[in-house]
């Protein structure tokens, strides 16, 4: 085994460590499959990478999404104890978790997110047009993160200009998970958000319209068993959930094809080849690198390893999509592969709802992209981009293109 592996070596929340995951990735898989990593608050964690046993534990009831679980010793994270905030459908077992998802499922369906097309259509072409002139833009800012936030703002009813308040709130509180060194801003985040939230639930009680929040604000007013911290944390995770990982989605299969010219053109010669490139894009940079985190109810053996009760599992997605063992030259990018049963959205009963619309937003973002700016390429080089530091998601900091 490499020095790289050492026992308690490898930090999930270094730069290094996102700057050089894949190769890292590669020699766990090989190596130590089931690896332990230390995690602040945790009293052991291990670090799960091969495709069969992150499906396994995706779908493990031995393992449970409640960190306020009894099951789990130790101090609770600052994000857990902010109650409107962590008592969602992701952070919860059912017969919560199904409670709580069959609120919001209904409009997330293939059939609502297809109505949703022409107007993600529309905000597509018009963030495009505003930089038209420009001969350059930055496809994280301009590009990426706008158009999946104005979709889930206006699917939730959120006012236009509270967006780019929104981008704050949600980079600081999903890069912070765990990470001591950023509970204080942590904190002034939540505090400020929290209040938007409460503000929000009572606006729409008072003056409801056709949106998301209203109609969650209704049932719970109906005697639902929906708690007002459960509304609040259901808002909070459908802002987050709704554009992290489609901003990713669109960064990150930006930064592919721009890695890939073949495949870029490619794929301008053949646009049908489209939804299947999406698919292959979610595989190759996984937008989100590591699934929500779980702990043991019960003692679980997996491979060679003893996990005890109350130790967390982290299941990362972005290695179990390169496994040798279920993708041929997992490390190629390749838009035409047909066996890809990439794990980018989760197994089980959590797999993400929002999938359908992440789907749609990726199709129309780099179809258009592509057409309007058939000779983009790179602003600089590949070793300045920089990932960010966030625990859960692979995304970029910025995307700098030329147009």
């Known amino acids: 085994?490499?020095?790289?592996?050492?026992?308690?070596?490898?930090?999930?929340?270094s730069s290094a460590f996102k700057k050089h995951a894949y190769s890292i990735y590669k020699d766990l898989r090989a190596n130590s499959p089931v690896h332990p990593v230390n995690i602040p608050l945790e009293r052991k964690a291990w670090l799960v990478t091969k495709y069969d046993d992150v499906v396994a534990m995706l779908k493990d009831h031995r393992l449970t999404m409640d960190a306020r679980s009894d099951c789990r010793t130790g101090p609770l994270p600052p994000f857990v104890e902010k109650k409107y905030l962590s008592t969602n459908m992701l952070s919860s077992d059912p017969p919560d978790h199904t409670r709580l998802r069959k609120l919001v499922q209904k409009g997330f369906t293939p059939r609502m997110?297809?109505?949703?097309?022409?107007?993600?259509?529309?905000?597509?072409?018009?963030?495009?047009?505003?930089?038209?002139?420009?001969?350059?833009?930055?496809?994280?800012?301009?590009?990426?993160?706008?158009?999946?936030?104005?979709?889930?703002?206006?699917?939730?009813?959120?006012?236009?200009?509270?967006?780019?308040?929104?981008?704050?709130?949600?980079?600081?509180?999903?890069?912070?998970?765990?990470?001591?060194?950023?509970f204080q801003m942590f904190s002034q985040q939540v505090r400020e958000f929290t209040q938007y939230l409460q503000e929000m639930i009572e606006q729409k009680r008072k003056y409801p319209e056709d949106d998301l929040i209203s109609r969650l604000v209704q049932v719970e007013s109906e005697g639902s068993h929906l708690t007002e911290a459960e509304l609040s944390s259901m808002i909070f995770l459908l802002i987050v959930a709704g554009h992290e990982t489609t901003v990713n989605l669109i960064g990150n299969g930006g930064l592919a094809l721009l890695e890939h010219p073949d495949q870029m053109e490619m794929l301008k010669s053949a646009p049908d080849l489209m939804e299947q490139a999406v698919e292959e894009l979610l595989r190759y940079y996984s937008p989100v690198e590591l699934a929500t985190n779980r702990w043991a109810k019960e003692e679980i053996c997996l491979r060679d390893t003893v996990i005890s009760k109350g130790d967390m599992v982290i299941a990362s997605i972005a290695s179990a999509n390169r496994d040798e063992e279920h993708f041929e030259c997992p490390d190629e990018l390749d838009i035409t592969r047909r066996e890809n049963r990439h794990l980018a959205f989760g197994q089980g009963i959590h797999y993400c709802l929002g999938a359908p619309l992440a789907r749609l937003e990726g199709q129309i973002a780099l179809s258009n992209l592509i057409q309007r700016f058939p000779d983009l390429r790179l602003g600089v080089s590949a070793d300045a981009l920089r990932w960010r530091p966030s625990y859960l998601m692979r995304g970029l900091k910025t995307l700098p293109v030329l147009l």
């Open 1 to 13: 085994m490499q020095q790289s592996l050492a026992r308690w070596d490898i930090d999930l929340f």
């Open 113 to 182: 997110v297809e109505g949703l097309r022409e107007r993600i259509e529309k905000i597509a072409q018009t963030l495009l047009d505003q930089v038209q002139d420009r001969k350059q833009m930055d496809l994280i800012e301009d590009y990426a993160f706008p158009l999946p936030i104005i979709v889930i703002c206006e699917m939730l009813g959120i006012p236009s200009e509270d967006r780019d308040q929104f981008r704050e709130w949600s980079n600081t509180i999903v890069d912070t998970t765990n990470h001591p060194e950023k």
